[in-house]
């Protein structure tokens, strides 16, 4: 068997037009919802503001990504922490710690932690080095921050469909299927985003140098793994096809079609 890599996938022009149909339709249904999207994500952020931060008000700000195209987008005041000697000094002390730790974890079986806890010390360092040496505050604030992290969610969650279309939609999974694991994934990023960056701005709210570690690790990095667990589960669903009377995942489709193909060539 040939490496995957290699493989070839046969698409018939229905399989074609229908991905590109549900694709292409995601996205336009995804921007015909925007502003109720952004309505939603006011009346969640608003509940949470009540018990973090009472009085705290949560505004639609539009704001435009390109062009003219303008997309409201949630915007809430929030106090980032103050950058004291004592706090710069205890998240040293953590960076350093971490960064030791991993020179004590066996290599051989938990190699992924080691560069983990590696990178996490490496960008609140380099954090640290910054507000140390410029002797002046990021160039972005918390608020500000949080109301590009919800932008960047929008815009996400609008592209799924058209990632879905290139990786999930060409393998033979019935078109509920197909149409099913796109809705469950942008539904569940839309509650999970803005609850996501409203726990970024709980933590902003203790110091402002917590931005760069949640910006490259617990921000967008976050949403993609997301979407990477839906795309998995979605590939161990059924195919709708069968080989000899017994059902196949939309995995093992790839080296069907292989096989196919071979044939074929041969």
Not at 164 to 170: A, K, Q, R, S
Not at 186 to 212: E, G, K, N, V
Request: charged fraction near 10%.
């Amino acid at each position: 068997m040939p490496h995957r890599a290699f493989r070839k996938l046969w698409l018939n022009p229905l399989q074609i037009g229908l991905s590109l149909a549900v694709a292409l339709g995601g996205t336009a249904v995804w921007i015909a919802l925007l502003p109720r999207v952004a309505s939603l994500w006011v009346k969640l952020l608003s509940f949470w503001m009540q018990w973090l931060w009472p009085g705290t008000a949560v505004l639609l700000l539009d704001r435009t990504p390109v062009g003219h195209w303008q997309i409201p987008v949630p915007y809430f005041k929030v106090e980032a922490g103050p950058i004291t000697g004592g706090t710069w000094i205890a998240i040293a002390a953590v960076s350093v710690l971490l960064f030791v730790i991993s020179y004590r974890i066996p290599v051989d079986t938990q190699l992924p932690y080691i560069y983990l806890l590696r990178a996490v010390a490496l960008i609140e360092g380099s954090a640290l080095l910054y507000t140390a040496i410029v002797h002046r505050p990021f160039p972005q604030d918390a608020s500000e921050y949080c109301a590009s992290m919800l932008l960047f969610g929008m815009i996400f969650i609008g592209v799924v469909p058209g990632m879905l279309g290139f990786t999930f939609y060409v393998f033979d999974v019935s078109l509920g299927r197909k149409i099913a694991l796109t809705v469950l994934t942008m539904a569940h990023l839309t509650l999970f985003i803005p609850l996501q960056y409203l726990a970024h701005a709980c933590i902003l709210h203790i110091s402002l140098l917590f931005l760069p570690i949640l910006y490259f690790a617990l921000g967008p990095l976050v949403d993609v793994i997301v979407f990477i667990a839906f795309y998995s589960w979605g590939m161990s669903w059924p195919s709708s096809d069968k080989i000899a009377g017994y059902p196949y995942t939309a995995g093992s489709h790839a080296a069907h079609t292989a096989r196919i193909s071979s044939r074929y060539e041969n």
